[in-house]
């Protein structure tokens, strides 16, 4: 029979080992998280920054993007992007709801470029615009699932080229899904798949043409199909989208 100090010897191998593998785990995590992150295309991005009509901050943890004469009483859109996409990449696809609807944009700045690891509060980045009164949280892909579970904390959700993993059956907040026809990625059948855990109220537009990408301005993504759509239309249907979402909001 083994002794004591052996044992003990055996254990601490055995955690040393364990600590050794968490650590391995860890840094390859980091290492992937930084590798291929899809940078924003320069153009859409400068167009932002140029537009009189958006004022733009880059805070400590967010993106934000605020009408230049904001209304009073105004609404912020709390935004996780996707897996490894610069935030800049959502700031045109976004700026018609700054420009036209007087939306504030907050698009976070996530931990590793991956939003499902974002486990700070919501107020950590609502608290940037204190003044608005009504806040929904969105996301894109990855992003958006870590926005339905914050759905219940907010005014209403919206899902571009997402779904969620828990259920939300029950919950009284306002679900808008967007997705693309032609994404490779989170699939027409994917999103149909994943409609049950919404409530249902959800409103579901598939936009014609859209891909995964087309939600961004990053470029083409592996694995996802071919957009038929340009840049003007698919603001356009994001913007007509939330509008008609503001517009059953109390």
Excluded at 71 to 100: D, H, I, M, N
Excluded at 143 to 171: P, Q
Excluded at 185 to 193: G, N
Aim: glycine letters at 8%.
């Amino acid at each position: 029979m083994p002794s004591l100090t052996l044992l003990r010897r055996r254990l601490l191998r055995l955690l040393a080992a364990l600590l050794t593998l968490v650590l391995l785990a860890a840094a390859g995590l980091v290492v992937w998280s930084r590798t291929g992150v899809m940078d924003a295309e320069t153009a859409p991005w400068r167009g932002v920054q140029e537009d009189p009509r958006i004022a733009e901050e880059r805070a400590d943890v967010a993106l934000v993007l605020r009408p230049s004469e904001p209304e009073p009483a105004g609404t912020g859109l709390l935004f996780y992007p996707g897996a490894k996409v610069e935030l800049e990449a959502y700031a045109a696809r976004l700026s018609g709801l700054v420009t036209e609807l007087g939306v504030t944009v907050v698009i976070v700045d996530p931990p590793l470029n991956l939003s499902l690891f974002d486990r700070r509060a919501p107020e950590r980045f609502t608290s940037i615009a204190p003044e608005l009164e009504t806040w929904l949280v969105g996301g894109h892909s990855m992003g958006g699932v870590r926005a339905c579970e914050l759905a219940e904390e907010s005014d209403a959700l919206v899902l571009l080229a997402s779904y969620c993993a828990g259920d939300l059956t029950t919950s009284q907040v306002p679900v808008l899904s967007l997705s693309g026809s032609e994404d490779g990625l989170s699939t027409p059948e994917k999103i149909a798949e994943h409609r049950e855990a919404l409530p249902g109220s959800a409103e579901m537009v598939e936009i014609a043409g859209a891909s995964h990408a087309s939600f961004g301005d990053y470029g083409p993504q592996s694995g996802d199909g071919t957009p038929t759509i340009d840049d003007a239309e698919m603001d356009a249907a994001i913007e007509d989208a939330v509008a008609e979402l503001l517009g059953t909001m109390p």
